[in-house]
């Protein structure tokens, strides 16, 4: 129903929200849907194929980047793959989408209640029932994808060192969550990496978890501010603020 409420929204309020993207996606996704049935050997290729030659150089840059426009081509791809079932139904659509970002909030859901196992009630409320993230998560864009990243790997990493077993099935699980984030918001990466390091290491060595994340994050701190001075195509500050 939010997913629904969402896509309305952006029907009818879609420039006094600033939330256009929505049906845009829709859209993109009609037409690329209708290229498989015209031309599949590009419908294919097109998603790899870098308009711009600039390669990796532009990875962070907010324009005339093949990683920058990724994430909405990412998007219109999955929508696509959808409209073969929905025949182009944007409501429909969002229950497919529905139905694979509601794996992010079990995710998260399974980890804090076997962290607070008396207090399940209260973490299934503040898990799926918070409004704002309930209405952001539940749209056809982007946020629930990179929510469901995020929540996968948290969830692998967690039950990992928990049963310190981290198997096939998990390691898949943490590439499929790094994925998602590379191709949708690829500077979450610079973040994610340094914590999930941490975490691993200290895990192992809990008695000095708390230097281990310290040292993490300042060693990532001082990289993060320096490392446009080795190679300008890596200006991680630049790439957060656009």
Not at 6 to 31: P, R, S
Not at 203 to 227: N, V
Request: net charge positive; with cysteine; glycine share 8%.
């Amino acid at each position: 129903m939010a997913g629904i409420f969402y896509g309305w929204i952006g029907l009818y309020y879609g420039n006094l929200a600033q939330m256009v993207d929505t049906w845009g996606f829709h859209y993109n996704g009609i037409q690329e849907y209708h290229l498989l049935y015209s031309n599949p050997h590009e419908y294919f290729v097109n998603l790899f194929r870098d308009p711009y030659k600039s390669g990796v150089s532009k990875f962070f840059d907010s324009n005339d980047s093949y990683w920058n426009d990724l994430k909405g081509n990412v998007i219109i791809k999955i929508l696509s793959i959808f409209d073969i079932f929905s025949f182009g139904h944007y409501y429909v659509n969002v229950i497919f989408y529905s139905f694979i970002t509601l794996f992010g909030p079990i995710a998260i859901y399974r980890v804090m209640a076997d962290v607070f196992p008396a207090r399940k009630i209260p973490i299934l409320l503040a898990t799926f029932l918070v409004p704002s993230f309930l209405y952001w998560t539940s749209g056809i864009h982007k946020e629930g994808l990179i929510f469901t990243g995020i929540s996968l790997i948290v969830y692998c990493v967690y039950f990992g060192t928990k049963e310190k077993k981290i198997g096939i099935k998990r390691i898949g699980c943490v590439l499929t969550g790094l994925l998602l984030i590379l191709v949708l918001r690829n500077f979450i990466i610079v973040i994610i990496i340094p914590a999930i390091l941490a975490w691993l290491l200290a895990s192992r060595r809990p008695k000095y978890g708390l230097a281990i994340f310290a040292t993490m994050y300042i060693f990532s701190g001082i990289l993060f501010f320096t490392i446009r001075y080795i190679n300008p195509s890596f200006d991680f500050p630049q790439a957060v603020v656009n």
